[in-house]
């Protein structure tokens, strides 16, 4: 292997973004990609964003790997690229969800191999490699979720690439993170797409044109990718049903406050509401 | 009284940005303004976006009224002024809910007086005077109200102020804005409200910085302002908790397919409301 070779594993918007902002920058590793998209492989050939496009096995020789694949392929794709790595390697993965990933990937990892999980708060409604930019991780956080079983040199490879791209990093605890992404992320579009569907399957023909502004923004994340959605609420199934069951809890406090007629119970529950979200 | 000049209590966002609007505009109306926040009132005059402040008896004495104050403060107002103003004359206000007001405010108006329903869907965080501004209205949209006791004429006299001020102006049934707001703008608003206090209720410390984007804005619209807020859910409680009802089964939906590990139920709940999102 490579000590000081990049392997990308999945050239979408991720990975693609990701050998994008390495391109030409001081001290860049030499970067080799591997995708399923003929066409996408050839495209950032083409104009140098990847120095080889290589199969699966290339890309196991390389001393760094980051798989950006749909989290529904990348436990089966991190357990067969650990085990063909060598001593001494890290991979690293950009996953939503990353307790059952971590506990997979470093069971599977062959002797003297780290796993390293890795999350990106980046993306963009769009996918694939002609969505990617170098920009994307600009100013972003990257939350690396490493264990006890972790060296401190292999967290630092992995938080070296991210910065060179960019992004500031962070460090959770992988059960730790899959709680916070719960109530900040997974629990809002569990909330959105439940939103979505009320005002669809109206009885009435309900003018949605008409809420322009509110209505419009708050169900933006409703559009997101259905696939990777159903992914991420069975890969963190645990997490998202508590905060859901949090979650009625308060719509029903909410729910009997107006039933109630109780005007000093909701001024008090709005100006709750509102003081914590201006202190974001 | 004067058929031409208009009067506009409640010189805040909604009333002040009318006013400015119509400043300078050909064709535009003398206005007279009210507000009980004297400050305000002798900025609005110092700077010609009024021509007189006078009292709620000045405003009465106008052709044309438009009450543009907070929801609670508003039924009473409305049939005060309707009660003191001349046959001939038309009354509207600016309220997000609209068939208590209709209701309440046509049947105190005095005779030959007409009360039209209006809710301009245009706004910003901020309140008050020094808020307004002139292009507030420019291309939104302003729904009017008004029922089988209005004449073709009144209601044209409401439209022309608010097209004057750059709306489009919509008609729909009080019953029926009621419903259709409850959906794309009260349910909203609850279920935002009701996902911060998840989050600001969590036992762990939730690092909330981290969510940047989807939190974040998702959340931006329970910043609104608790007292106005806390009116809506009230003087719209039957169709809020009709509302509330239908999306909380659509939630329970969302949780048992999760519950139940249901990849295609998940997969097509999801995609439904994309489509439904994406065909705004």
């Given at each position: 292997m490579s000590g000081t070779r990049l392997g990308i594993l999945g050239l979408g918007l991720i990975g693609g973004s990701l050998a994008l902002a390495l391109?030409?920058?001081?001290?860049a590793p030499e970067v080799w990609g591997c995708d399923k998209n003929r066409e996408h492989l050839r495209m950032a050939l083409r104009d140098g964003t990847i120095a080889r496009a290589c199969t699966e096995a290339g890309i196991a020789s390389c001393g760094l790997v980051v798989v950006c694949v749909p989290v529904v392929r990348s436990v089966g794709l991190l357990r067969r690229i650990g085990k063909r790595m060598a001593p001494g390697a890290v991979l690293t993965d950009a996953g939503s969800v990353k307790s059952e990933i971590v506990r997979e990937a470093q069971a599977a990892a062959g002797p003297g191999v780290e796993f390293v999980g890795g999350h990106p708060i980046a993306g963009t409604e769009n996918s694939g490699f002609p969505a990617a930019?170098?920009?994307?991780?600009?100013?972003k956080t990257v939350i690396l979720t490493p264990?006890?079983?972790?060296t401190g040199e292999a967290i630092r490879r992995v938080e070296r690439i991210w910065k060179m791209a960019g992004a500031r990093v962070l460090r959770m605890d992988p059960g730790v993170h899959d709680h916070v992404f719960a109530y900040v992320s997974h629990l809002p579009h569990a909330v959105a797409y439940a939103l979505v569907h009320s005002v669809a399957t109206l009885d009435s023909k309900v003018?949605?044109?008409?809420?322009?502004?509110g209505f419009r923004d708050f169900t933006r994340?409703?559009?997101?990718?259905p696939e990777m959605w159903k992914d991420i609420m069975l890969q963190n199934r645990g997490e998202v049903l508590r905060a859901l069951r949090h979650y009625r809890k308060n719509l029903a406090l909410l729910e009997s406050l107006v039933r109630r007629k109780d005007a000093g119970g909701l001024l008090a529950y709005f100006g709750k509401a509102k003081r914590t979200r201006d202190g974001l």
């Open positions: 391109k030409g920058k001081r001290g930019s170098p920009s994307l991780f600009k100013g264990t006890g079983g972790n003018p949605l044109g008409y809420s322009a502004g994340i409703a559009s997101s990718n």
